[in-house]
């Protein structure tokens, strides 16, 4: 390490000395007083115009050279419906802006090197031109327009209400990992309040709200290919950040404020498997919003199943009350016994509106 230090210092030393020379050397041309330092300043302008050409080509060479190597890491298979579409923005974004600043990159090293200082040659003063003016404001105008209106359609398709048909999932964050509630068969996510949260409760779920009796909370998601999903996305503490790559999905966890975001899963973990060649590939749920030491911890698993394979994960899993009976203690016995009265009744009034 003192090594590399004094290394560092001795470079750093020359070029400090370097541009004193310089320094000097410009001071003599503009006194007029040194036709020696105006010999070495039409050296130095032509090496450093041939300077800028190579860092040009190199540097043009070596961002192609890394975006063809890492194309595989930066750009994960996208599998979701609207992935599709904002893949299809980015791309159309990046090449746009990528066009307009390889043009100007080369133009601004290309005029460095053709407009080098020479004594026999005087700057063109070409002070203003209406017409030009015009040209180079309309277009970015109306190209930016465009993007900005592309942006907006595909936005507005993303954040459109999700179909009735969707399969609802409640995702949870907290210090420091995720929790995941499922509705059970009558398909209605169950109350919930945080003055109830507790060691068992940790959802803080009302159980007086019969919705909430069949209510399970899984260890892993899993979701049905070709089917929309719906995530109801909230926080227990801070700001947490529900992210899935692979779904081009991401919404922030807000304490108090609930949010959501839906999508359509387009291939299973299996297909996933066979396209990567990774036969323990997995979808993945982290967290993108630093929240406290533990951050790096927010992981948690998503199965994107066939729908009979989903169906038969669904009906494997048991309500949260029926393996934690003893959370049903905070609130009225009765609770379960009301769920069978009010099915009964729900009953009796379809008889009824049938005989009628």
């Known amino acids: 390490m003192i090594t590399i230090a004094i ?3 001795i470079v750093l030393l020359l070029v400090i000395l370097f541009l004193l020379f310089r320094i000097g050397t410009l001071s003599s041309i503009f006194r007029g007083s040194s036709e020696r330092a105006a010999g070495t300043t039409k050296v130095s302008n032509r090496v ?30 996208v599998a979701s419906v609207h992935g599709e579409w904002t893949d299809s923005l980015f791309w ?53 327009a465009l993007l900005v209106f592309a942006g907006w359609k595909t936005w507005t398709k993303i954040t459109s209400a999700a179909p009735e048909s969707a ?56 979701v049905p290919k070709g ?6 996305i909230r926080s227990r503490d801070v700001i947490h950040s529900v992210f899935l790559p692979h779904f081009r999905l991401k919404m922030d966890a807000v304490p108090g404020m609930p949010t959501k975001f839906w999508f359509v899963p387009t291939k299973t973990t299996d297909e ?37 394979d989903y169906e038969a994960w669904l009906a494997g899993n048991k309500p949260f009350v029926e393996e934690n009976p003893s959370v049903l203690a905070k609130f009225s016995t009765t609770a379960p016994k009301q769920l069978v009265l009010d099915t009964k009744a729900d009953e009796k009034a379809e008889e009824v509106k049938t005989e009628l």
Not at 52 to 57: A, E, S
Not at 116 to 126: G, I, P, S, T
Not at 227 to 232: A, E, G, N, S
């Open 7 to 9: 290394g560092l210092s």
């Open 227 to 232: 089917r929309p999903v719906l995530l109801k």
């Open 272 to 308: 996933m498997r066979n396209e990567t060649g990774n036969s323990d590939f997995t979808y993945e749920l982290a967290c993108t919003e630093v929240c406290g030491r533990g951050h790096f911890a927010m992981r948690f698993m998503l199965v994107v199943d066939e729908p009979e």
């Open 48 to 77: 450093n115009s041939a300077l800028l050409m190579l860092f040009l080509i190199g540097g043009s060479v070596a961002f192609i050279w890394s975006f063809v190597a890492s194309w595989d890491t930066m750009n994960q298979p």
């Open 92 to 144: 159309t974004t990046m090449i746009v802006i990528g066009i307009v600043f390889a043009l100007t990159q080369i133009l601004l090293f290309y005029y460095s090197y053709k407009y080098q200082h020479q004594d026999n040659k005087r700057a063109y003063y070409y002070p203003h031109n209406n017409k030009v003016e015009i040209i180079w404001t309309m277009i970015p105008a109306i190209v930016m």
């Open 167 to 222: 399969v609802v999932v409640e995702v949870m964050g907290k210090q420091f990992n995720w929790m995941v509630r499922y509705p059970g068969p009558d398909g209605k996510l169950g109350v919930a309040k945080h003055t109830l949260i507790d060691a068992t409760n940790e959802f803080g779920i009302d159980f007086s709200d019969k919705n909430s009796l069949d209510d399970f909370m899984p260890r892993e998601i899993h």
